[in-house]
């Protein structure tokens, strides 16, 4: 640190060069302002690290002088200088924000002491923000939330495969921040600067994928009036983002297999090749080996997409998260309602500990944002909570496909099987739920 700054104010010419000769004689670099109104003129000009203040001038105050100062710059230690016999209005000043006080005569072995303190501390402060900024970004990382020893192991993996080329197989259940991951990974890499493209695999119908891929030459099918870009030309010196990879026609992971080795495509209707540079990161809830063996995903674009992999934990499975996602999840809908709801009751908490969330964090971002909404109190209460009902029992045999059924079964129920409804609560969008109810073969009657 460069030597402290330390600006002495007093109306008394004597007392003012006195100080200043003793600190200067300590090494310190001093200045002197005969005014409040010079002193408050000073600090605009020079930042200092110690302000000695006499309270009672003509003119502004020592006490307004502090105040003002302590409003711009709450770091900066503030001593005000006093008689015996204010003593009252030096204790005004201490719950106004001054470090201490000093009372007239004062000894010059005690001022010297009285800096080192605040130095001292000044030092120590300075170090525990330090720290809390560390731990804050060990904790919430390119918005990414999360203190567990695995979150950390995903923090770390992400600085170490940003930087690289490689492409990218992220997995995870439905809900656990794969997109924000890969977005992280985008922000962290040296295409920063480009596009950052993403394709929702299940949410495009297999007849529109094409297009969306490829874009379209003018003239290529009946409406198509201009020329349009798809999404790998869109994504050129940034990064593709294949959410949800699994879901993709064994036809189209032909043609895109062909893209990722060759750089190369054809717009639909054009003729002309188009080379193409980005970097590739896929994701998917699905077990794409057990696809593989099913016979719907390519082992080839497999192990293309599959250069690096890096899995996302289940929030069942770093549960001490969960206090610290439900309170930034409930300051941001707060904020954004209006709602002066400020903190959760420790039932709520414990309730949200027990549930297993099939739908991960975005069920609990989606519940929190429920219970911001309809709760009355100034608490999130657990009866605020949409996912605790004493009807729900897990089944017997304790399989995750099973739990995730009778999850489903029991939202689709609550809500009378409107879809739109139930995919926002399972943080879903609606074709990954058809797909699940196909998967599961749920029916009403179920």
Partial sequence: MSNPKILIVDD????????????????YETNTAASGEDALEMVKATRYDILFVDIKMGGISGLEVLKKVKADDPEVAVVV???????????????????????????????????????????????NQFLKEQFKDRTRFENIIGQSRSMQTVFDLIQDIAPAESTVLITGETGTGKGLTAKAIHTLSPRCDGPFVMVN???????????????????????????????LELAHDGTLFLDEIGEISMRMQIDLLRVLEDRIF??????????????????????????????????????????????????????????????????????ETNKSMDSIQREAIDEMML???????????????????????????????????????????????????????????????????????????RSTLYSKIKRYDIRQAD
């Fill in 355 to 429: 549930y297993e969330w099939p739908g991960n964090v975005r069920e609990l971002e989606n519940a929190i944002e429920r219970a911001v909404v309809v709760g009355k109190s100034r608490y999130l209460m657990p009866e605020d909570l949409p996912i605790f009902r004493p009807d729900f029992v897990k089944p017997p045999n304790n399989t995750l496909k099973e739990i995730e059924k009778a999850h489903i079964i029991q939202i689709l129920k609550d809500n009378d099987w409107n879809m739109s409804r139930s995919a926002k609560i399972l943080a879903i969008d």
């Fill in 201 to 231: 695999c299940g949410a495009i119908p297999e007849q529109l994928m094409e297009n969306e891929l490829f874009g379209h030459q003018a003239g290529a099918f009946t409406d198509a009036k201009t020329t349009q870009k798809g999404r």
């Fill in 81 to 127: 200088i006093t008689a015996y016999g204010a003593i009252a209005t030096a204790i005004e000043a201490m719950r106004s924000g001054a470090y201490d006080y000093l009372l007239k005569p004062f000894d010059p072995n005690e001022l010297g002491i009285l800096i080192e303190k605040i130095l001292d501390y000044q030092a120590q402060a300075r170090e």
């Fill in 266 to 335: 054809y717009r639909v209707g054009g003729t002309q090749p188009l080379e193409v540079d980005f970097r590739v990161i896929a994701a998917t809830n699905r077990d794409l080996l057990e696809s593989i063996k099913e016979g719907v995903f390519r082992e080839d674009l497999y192990y293309r997409l599959n250069v690096i992999s890096l899995q996302m934990p289940p929030l069942r499975e770093r549960k001490e998260d969960i206090p610290m996602l439900a309170e930034h999840f409930l300051a941001r809908f707060a904020q």
């Fill in 12 to 27: 008394e010419l004597i007392l003012r060069e006195s100080l200043a000769e003793w600190l200067e004689r300590d090494g």
